[in-house]
Each structure stands twice: as C-alpha cells, then as structure tokens.
C-alpha cells in the first residue's frame, strides 16, 4: 500500500501526473519538475543534496474514471499520455483544472516539517520481509550473526525476535554486516540461536533512510555510502515479520531547495 500520512493531515489538492509517468496511490511524491508530480525517489548525494527533492505529498487517489490496481504494489495506479492518444476516461477534479481536459492527475494530501507519516520496510522489493539473523555468539552488548545488512556506525538498529532478550532494541556502533556491537547492555547475555532483524536505522531521533525508486517503502537493504535522505524517527517497530514499519517526519533540510 506504501506511505500513509497518520498525524498532521494537511490539505489535499489534485496535481496533474508528470508526462507519461505512472504514479501510484500510497507514494511520496515531488512537484519541482515538468508540469506536475513524480516519484520523490531514492537519495542522490548527502541528505539528497545532489537530487534536492523535496517532499511534496503522498497520493491518496487518482482521476481514473474506472479504477486500476497495481499487484505488486496491493494499489491503485494511474499512467499518464498525451492527450491526442489517450484512450483512458478521466473524471473531472477540484481546483482550477478544466473538468473537460483529459489529463491523467492524482488527489495528494500535502506533506509539512510536522507531518508525521508511516512507511513499511522491506528488502529490495515491495513484499519482502527483512532477513531475519541467527547469532553464534554473543554477550551483553555484542554478537555475532548470519549476514544482515551492512550498516553506518550509530545510524542501524537491531531487535531481538527470540530469547531472553526479545523486545530489546539496540543502535548500533558495527559497521559489520556480521559482527554487531552497542553500548547499552542488554538484560542479558545473547545467546547462540538467538534471533534477530537490523534495520539500516536508527529507532529513534534523526536518523539516515533511502527510499526505492518508486519512494513506495522504506528500503531495508540500504548501505549508505554518499547518498542518503534524513528522516526524525518517532517510532520503529520490528516486532512483526513482514509488517516491519516506521513512524517519521522529513528532516527540516529536506524543505530546503538550496542545501550545502
């Protein structure tokens, strides 16, 4: 289904699909560019500063007089074309665009510094659940695990699924995609069998994300290198496999067309 806006709802307003795009019901979307609303996308440079998105709004509908669903995606869709070869029915919309006009346009509800949105994580593909990790030895504030996601010191979390520690989230200091390491002891030592899940955040405050090309989950394979965006993290809950998901406002810098 993608993002979902859940706190601070702002106002929702009918932007036209950038030419020949296909946009999808549950997708962060920017309107810089061409003549209306594309994929926010993945990150280009520190805090996007190469590709300077901003995030505009999530789409919430479509124009499309008979409705069209997206099965990868469990949604609605719309796909824009020339007005001389469309062959789609488009109803009319609100706002100053011309009800007779055939143009393909999405409803979007606005996206502010407070809104607080909802995105599921999952790993290189819509659907995909993030890999779960065996330990094979551990103590209170390590362990060693099968291969998880490769992570940026202080910017990955991991959360123990089984054992005495289940329920426990720990940001991470390892950059390893095997040897895992935090400050905060846990109850007790980890054990060997254990199991656990990483995510390439952190489960709370200002943290680095990237999103799939789409922008229609949280990416939970992300390594970042030079490209990522920044997001404030109110929530992130690992708890249910295949339902992995997390609660966060766009970092401030995201707002900013003019970045250092």
């Not at 199991?195 to 090309?213: E, H, M, N, Q, T």
């Amino acid at each position: 289904m993608g993002f979902k806006i859940i706190h601070g709802n702002s106002q929702k307003l009918w932007v036209p699909v950038t030419y020949e795009d296909t946009l999808y019901v549950g997708q962060i979307v920017k309107c810089q560019a061409n003549e209306g609303a594309a994929p926010f996308g993945a990150a280009s440079g520190a805090v996007d500063t190469t590709g300077k998105s901003i995030p505009f709004g999530v789409v919430v509908g479509t124009n499309n007089r008979i409705p069209l669903f997206n099965a990868t995606y469990n949604t609605q869709y719309i796909t824009d074309a020339t007005p001389l070869a469309s062959t789609t029915e488009f109803t009319g919309v609100e706002g100053p665009w011309s009800k007779g006009e055939q143009r393909a346009m999405v409803e979007v509800e606005l996206i502010t510094p407070e809104t607080i949105l909802r995105g599921q994580l999952f790993n290189a593909a819509f659907g995909t659940a993030m890999t779960v990790g065996t330990t094979t030895a551990g103590d209170s504030v390590s362990c060693t695990t099968g291969t998880l996601v490769a992570s940026t010191a202080n910017q990955a979390t991991i959360y123990f699924r089984t054992g005495t520690n289940k329920g426990a989230y720990r940001i991470l200091d390892n950059t390893s995609a095997t040897a895992q390491t935090w400050d905060t002891p846990t109850y007790i030592a980890v054990a060997v069998g254990d199991k656990c899940v990483k995510a390439p955040l952190r489960c709370i405050g200002p943290s680095y994300v990237d999103f799939d090309a789409e922008s229609m989950y949280v990416e939970a394979s992300a390594t970042y290198g030079t490209n990522y965006h920044v997001i404030d993290v109110i929530r992130l809950d690992l708890s249910v496999a295949g339902q992995e998901y997390v609660d966060f406002k766009f970092n401030i810098d995201h707002f900013a067309q003019a970045r250092a």
